[in-house]
């Protein structure tokens, strides 16, 4: 199991600087076109995603430990349910405004809540539930004026289907995230990372035969730039996590959306809207709420574990 010590602003730059090379990913992948397959895109980032990740484990010797695994069936899992996950994701970022499919995309650890509940039987009490069920109100004002175009424009609306497409990689994402709490367990971190990877390369390759296109010199650049900088913001997710608790990092995600809406405008002309401001701030609130309230559990629980332990 991975080590961690304690430097909390450590944790927390590592954490801003995964969060603005994950946003300059997505913008790279929006900038590439907004009619690429989502598979095709899926493999480009999971390929070259691999190429800092194995630099960097060959470069700390932990490469050829980082293949041995006691749960290869488990990386299997969670990178089915992972890449599915990430092609939604991707599908909505190319069919909506930046700042709204961050923004959709934040309902993630509110059905990481629910998924949790159901599938690893975690209590969770009534404060953990009323934050859940507002932040899945702010996710309903977001998504609302997108889904009212199937009235509008039909069933083909890719606007629909795009707010569609970034529930579907919310609720994967929670359910990756239950997998990889049970790899944890038994797994190294340099482990999971890198079979998510592979795996994802080889499940995405395996859209190819489903409309992948020939792409231009400047989009497949993008793409595969696009990847590079996901491998690279993985390794300091990764790394941050070993500096500082999850309860001290994780609201740092929230400025994504602040860096979406400075991109979205001056490189797409994607001006928010007023209803998107509103259903982002509660869904903000209630994430931010989640994460304090799982801190403080988890301090309960330790209280308790430390009493129920000899003493002398």
């Known amino acids: 199991m991975d080590t961690q010590s304690s430097d909390p602003m450590k944790g927390i730059s590592?954490?801003?600087a995964s969060v603005v090379i994950f946003l300059c990913m997505s913008a790279l992948i929006k900038a590439a076109g907004k009619d690429l397959p989502a598979g095709q895109i899926t493999f480009l980032r999971s390929a070259f995603?691999?190429?800092?990740?194995l630099i960097f484990l060959g470069a700390h010797g932990?490469?050829?430990?980082?293949f041995r695994t006691n749960d290869i069936f488990g990386h299997f899992k969670r990178g089915m349910v992972g890449?599915?996950?990430?092609?939604?994701?991707?599908?909505?970022?190319?069919h909506l405004p930046l700042p709204e499919s961050i923004a959709l995309g934040y309902a993630l650890p509110l059905f990481t809540v629910l998924i949790a509940a159901v599938f690893l039987k975690e209590r969770v009490g009534v404060y953990r539930w009323t934050a859940v069920l507002v932040g899945l109100t702010g996710v309903a004002i977001i998504s609302w004026p997108r889904l009212t175009l199937f009235r509008e424009g039909g069933f083909g609306s890719s606007e629909a289907l795009g707010a569609l497409a970034m529930l579907a990689f919310a609720v994967l994402g929670s359910c990756a995230m239950v997998l990889v709490r049970k790899l944890v367990q038994t797994e190294r971190t340099p482990t999971i990372v890198l079979y998510f990877s592979l795996f994802a390369s080889i499940f995405s390759l395996a859209t190819l035969p489903f409309g992948w296109i020939?792409?231009?010199?400047?989009?497949?650049?993008?793409?595969?730039?696009?990847?590079?900088?996901?491998g690279i913001a993985q390794l300091l997710l990764t790394s941050s996590y070993r500096y500082a608790d999850v309860s001290t990092i994780?609201?740092?995600?929230?400025?994504?959306?602040?860096?979406?809406?400075i991109i979205g405008y001056f490189?797409?002309?994607?001006?928010?809207?007023?209803?998107?401001?509103?259903?982002?701030?509660?869904?903000?609130?209630a994430g931010i709420f989640v994460i304090?309230?799982?801190?403080?559990?988890?301090?309960?629980?330790?209280?308790?574990?430390?009493?129920?332990?000899?003493?002398?």
């Open 250 to 261: 994780a609201p740092f995600e929230y400025i994504s959306i602040v860096l979406g809406l």
């Open 62 to 66: 932990q490469l050829r430990d980082a």
């Open 83 to 94: 890449i599915l996950s990430m092609g939604f994701g991707f599908y909505g970022l190319i």
């Open 214 to 230: 020939a792409l231009s010199w400047p989009s497949l650049s993008l793409l595969a730039l696009a990847g590079f900088c996901g």
């Open 267 to 285: 490189l797409f002309d994607e001006v928010p809207t007023g209803t998107m401001l509103i259903g982002t701030s509660i869904v903000v609130v």
């Open 292 to 312: 304090f309230r799982e801190h403080r559990l988890d301090l309960q629980r330790r209280a308790e574990l430390r009493h129920k332990l000899p003493q002398g």
């Open 49 to 53: 995603a691999m190429v800092p990740i």
């Open 14 to 16: 590592l954490k801003v």
